[in-house]
């Protein structure tokens, strides 16, 4: 077994005053698959980067530390892209938790790694396990459970190291996501972590992602209110007027 240690060979930025990697969606992945062929004494894991991250990391020292301690910080937002350009900062190509969960999918298929799905409805992760292991005949479903088992962290550890499965999907909201990924990783007997939010939800189908052209000119989170209009406009409205707040102390800055 390694040390906890990895060579860096990628530059990182800050936006904001919270950092992220000059890395691109293949980056990431060859990053992770370094990880995942290798043992190391602990876990990484990565963070992402989006609008409503930024604003909790302004109140949140749990969510500030997370993403400044992760191994790997993407950005996962057209709002923090937008930024970017406003600060004359070059940002890297967005690397979406949709994406990244797809693609690490494809490479746990060629290298029949082991994956664990924690997150979302009990019918989401049946309907889950069931398009992977049809979409994905070489990949180990080590284990899933869903994601409402009342901050009962000590039970869930104990289920998923007993599969020790190679990566931990969190398909959860924040801050549980981040309280396993950052607390609890050294506890966690997997190579690699990956917070994906509403993934889960977007791959079995129960939420529609965005089309292309929305994503790309930024209002794939209109696009979410749309759907699911009671349960995700305030948390929007909230979180997109403080970033704009935010963006605009920057810019007097």
Same mark, same amino acid.
């Given at each position: 077994? !390694?040390?906890? $240690?990895?060579?860096?060979? %990628? *530059? ?5 005053? +919270? ?36 604003? !909790? ?8 530390? %997370? ?14 892209? $937008? ?16 994406? $990244? %969960? ?12 082991? @994956? ?5 409805? &009990?019918?989401?992760?049946?309907? /889950?396990? &069931?398009?992977?292991?049809? !979409? ?14 009342? *901050? ?8 998923? *190291?007993?599969?020790?499965?190679? $990566? ?33 939800? @977007? ?18 989170? /209109?696009?979410? @209110?749309?759907? !699911? ?17 935010? +963006? ?6």
């Amino acid at each position: 077994m !390694e040390k906890y $240690l990895m060579k860096r060979n %990628f *530059n990182r930025g800050s936006i904001l005053g +919270l950092p992220f990697d000059q890395l691109s969606n293949v980056d990431t992945i060859d990053f992770i698959n370094g990880v995942l062929e290798k043992k190391y004494e602990h876990a990484f894991y990565r963070a992402d980067l989006n609008v409503n991250t930024i604003i !909790e990391a302004q109140h949140s020292g749990l969510i500030r530390d %997370f993403i400044e301690c992760a191994d790997i910080v993407n950005i996962d937002g057209m709002g923090i892209i $937008l930024a970017c350009k406003l600060f004359s900062i070059q940002p890297p190509e967005r690397v979406t938790g949709v994406d $990244l %969960f797809y693609d690490l999918l494809k490479l746990s298929d060629i290298k029949k790694y082991k @994956v664990y799905f924690l997150g979302a409805t &009990q019918e989401t992760i049946d309907i /889950l396990n &069931q398009k992977v292991m049809m !979409e994905f005949p070489n990949v180990t479903i080590a284990g899933s459970k869903n994601g409402y088992f009342n *901050n009962d962290f000590d039970s869930v550890i104990a289920e998923i *190291n007993e599969c020790e499965p190679d $990566l931990l999907f969190i398909g959860m909201k924040s801050p549980e996501k981040e309280i396993l990924a950052y607390k609890y990783k050294e506890l966690l007997k997997v190579k690699m972590i990956v917070g994906v939010g509403g993934t889960f939800d @977007v791959y079995t189908g129960k939420v529609k992602r965005a089309p292309i052209w929305i994503q790309n000119i930024g209002f794939e989170w /209109l696009y979410r @209110v749309y759907q !699911e209009p009671r349960r995700m406009w305030k948390r929007y409205l909230t979180s997109n007027t403080k970033f704009l707040i935010l +963006l605009i102390k920057g810019l007097l800055k």
